[in-house]
């Protein structure tokens, strides 16, 4: 029988240690080890017992052998990892720039029993387009949503809290958490997702921002948010950072008050959605412009983020073409397209609104 290796994340949240670690599955684990599974393992020179989260199985060592230690146990008290939840952490990890043992945390499925009281699971989507499969997850959906009602509305849902003139969302839930009878402790990795959940929707604070924003802010300050790590998780890598700037560059002026710009992102680390939201909010800082609109060919698709940061509603601009968003934060996208052929719909839109007075 050839021996079988695993490959090991460790619980414990350090970017140094943000990689996995292969140890021998011993004959009496085989078949009880897989991906997901929760393990003992020694770690360390002094080889201290900790717990890990098994993310592949194989047969092919990638250190000799006498150098590579065993799993101890299976950890019986654990809940097991579904593959497509790694495959979700991974994306998580890839998308929002956390560690992959705060990714796993996040999608771990909630004991049905802790401290002698139920409790439920929760899923907390920033965007359900693109994590679908989350929602059959929860048995309750409970919709909090700072833009106004479109077309792509979650069916189902047992509570819709719709509140247009909110920051975002994660000040909704901030808000909301400070007024329920039971008072909930959040953990500084949740803290910092929220709080830079209302960084990226106020442009850092400097737009949609209200009393309300910043108390909500305070509030996750004082649940262990950290400034310097939220400010961590925002940096990016060099290829990302050209493209960010090749993109302000090819920008073109319409009716002196409109940059546009047409990118084809290359692949890297970071997600398209994510440049074209950079590239519009970098571009607010030109001088003169009212609205910005970065139009992405992704595939056979094409995709526009829109930014304003005067009186310029982008939402309703948006939302002429297909999408929607917010006032100052809005997209669209289009399926089957050519970025050439949106940008052409796009400038007559708005050389249309500015006639009848609507921008």
């Known amino acids: 029988m050839s021996s079988v290796y695993a490959d090991v994340i460790v619980d414990i949240t350090n970017e140094k240690l943000d990689r ?3 140890y021998k599955v011993p004959p009496e684990l085989t078949g009880e080890i897989g991906p997901g599974t929760a393990v003992q393992i020694p770690f360390g020179n002094g080889n ?3 717990t890990g989260y ?3 199985v194989g047969n092919e060592p990638k250190y000799p052998q006498d150098r590579m ?29 956390s560690t992959m043992i705060q990714a796993l945390k996040t999608v771990l499925p909630v004991n049905v029993k802790a401290r002698g009281k139920e409790t439920r699971e929760i899923a907390l989507l920033a965007d359900p387009a693109e994590c679908e499969e989350l929602l059959a997850y929860a048995k309750s959906i409970v919709v909090f949503d700072h833009h106004r009602q479109t077309k792509n509305v979650i069916a189902n849902a047992t509570l819709s ?10 000040e909704m839930i901030a808000e909301m958490l400070q007024y329920m009878d039971e008072k909930i402790k959040l953990r500084p990795t949740e803290a910092d997702a929220m709080y830079a959940g209302i960084l990226i929707d106020t442009d850092n604070f400097l737009s949609k921002t209200g009393v309300r924003t910043f108390e909500a802010a305070a509030f996750l300050k004082r649940s262990g948010a950290d400034v310097m790590r939220v400010r961590k998780m925002f940096r990016t890598d060099i290829e990302s950072y050209r493209q960010k700037a090749e993109g302000v560059s090819h920008a073109e002026m319409v009716l002196d008050a409109f940059a546009i710009s047409i990118i084809t992102p290359e692949k890297g680390p970071e997600s398209p959605l994510v440049l074209t939201a950079k590239i519009a909010n970098e571009m607010l800082n030109i001088a003169g412009v009212r609205a910005s609109f970065v139009i992405a060919q992704v595939g056979d698709d094409v995709k526009i983020s829109a930014r304003a940061i005067d009186d310029v509603n982008v939402q309703i601009i948006m939302e002429r073409m297909g999408g929607g968003g917010h006032a ?10 050519k970025a050439e052929d949106i940008k052409v719909k796009l400038v007559d839109l708005l050389n249309e609104m500015y006639k009848e007075g609507d921008i």
């Open 328 to 337: 100052n934060i809005a997209a669209a996208q289009f399926e089957n397209a």
């Open 20 to 22: 996995t670690f292969q």
């Open 161 to 170: 809290y719709i509140e247009p003139f909110a920051s975002s969302a994660c």
């Open 54 to 56: 098994v993310l592949s």
């Open 69 to 97: 230690k065993a799993i101890l146990a299976v950890q019986k008290d654990a809940a097991t990892v579904e593959t497509k939840l790694i495959a979700l952490a991974a994306w998580m990890r890839h998308t929002y720039g």
């Open 48 to 50: 201290r017992t900790i």
